[in-house]
């Protein structure tokens, strides 16, 4: 609470604690009411009488009225928005919108129609381009016959300078003379 002298300034923070409020939610009460506060210390302050009117506002809502019904109740004014009510439909107005939603539908149905129609045009447009796939695949794959071995050559092989010796030459070769043992392609 602040004193200016003659009033009793009671500060919105508190009277929203008091009044079991938010802070924020008391600031809109305010701006329903049209109470212009009153700013020192960047903080909101309202007399006695402006508080006496928020805590009657609170009493109202609380009993179930919207805070703008309460707004209305306690100053007579009110900020609601106008409400636009609309002209009852003629029975031309009327037609021309069936006429509209039946002109909506034959159009729909001719442009499902037309995709009705593209749809298979191009299943069969892709049937035959799958089976053109297949062919081109068939003819470029390898061959499924079996391949021949292909054997490379080598030479053929050397006679052994041992064949047709006896035992004790054999013997006799590969201890004395052992480079008679090697074999000779020609």
Request: charged share 25%.
């Given at each position: 609470?602040?004193?200016?002298?003659?009033?009793i300034?009671?500060?919105?923070?508190?009277?929203?604690?008091?009044?079991?409020?938010?802070?924020?939610?008391?600031?809109?009460?305010?701006?329903l009411?049209?109470?212009?506060?009153?700013?020192?210390?960047?903080?909101?302050?309202?007399?006695?009488?402006?508080?006496?009117?928020?805590?009657?506002?609170?009493?109202?809502?609380?009993?179930?009225?919207?805070?703008q019904?309460?707004?209305?109740?306690?100053?007579?004014?009110?900020?609601?928005?106008?409400?636009?009510?609309?002209?009852?439909?003629?029975?031309?107005?009327?037609?021309?919108?069936?006429?509209?939603?039946?002109?909506?539908e034959?159009?729909?149905?001719?442009?499902?129609?037309?995709?009705?129609?593209?749809?298979?045009?191009?299943?069969?447009?892709?049937?035959?381009?799958?089976?053109?796939?297949?062919?081109?695949?068939?003819?470029?794959?390898?061959?499924?016959?079996?391949?021949?071995?292909i054997?490379?050559?080598?030479?053929?092989?050397?006679?052994?300078?041992?064949?047709?010796?006896?035992?004790?030459e054999?013997?006799?070769?590969?201890?004395?003379?052992?480079?008679?043992?090697?074999?000779?392609?020609?």
């Amino acid at each position: 609470m602040a004193d200016t002298g003659e009033n009793i300034l009671i500060s919105l923070r508190d009277l929203a604690k008091e009044l079991c409020i938010t802070p924020a939610k008391a600031t809109y009460w305010v701006s329903l009411l049209n109470i212009v506060l009153i700013m020192q210390k960047r903080a909101g302050f309202m007399t006695a009488d402006q508080a006496q009117l928020l805590r009657e506002m609170a009493n109202q809502v609380a009993g179930g009225k919207s805070p703008q019904v309460a707004a209305f109740h306690i100053t007579g004014e009110t900020k609601a928005e106008i409400i636009h009510q609309e002209k009852p439909r003629t029975d031309q107005s009327f037609r021309q919108l069936t006429d509209k939603i039946s002109g909506i539908e034959d159009g729909l149905k001719m442009a499902f129609e037309v995709l009705l129609q593209d749809n298979r045009a191009l299943h069969q447009e892709m049937a035959k381009m799958a089976g053109e796939q297949s062919a081109i695949m068939a003819r470029l794959m390898p061959p499924t016959e079996p391949t021949r071995k292909i054997i490379p050559w080598s030479p053929p092989p050397a006679k052994d300078p041992l064949e047709g010796l006896g035992v004790w030459e054999k013997i006799w070769t590969q201890f004395v003379q052992p480079e008679k043992m090697r074999r000779y392609d020609s």
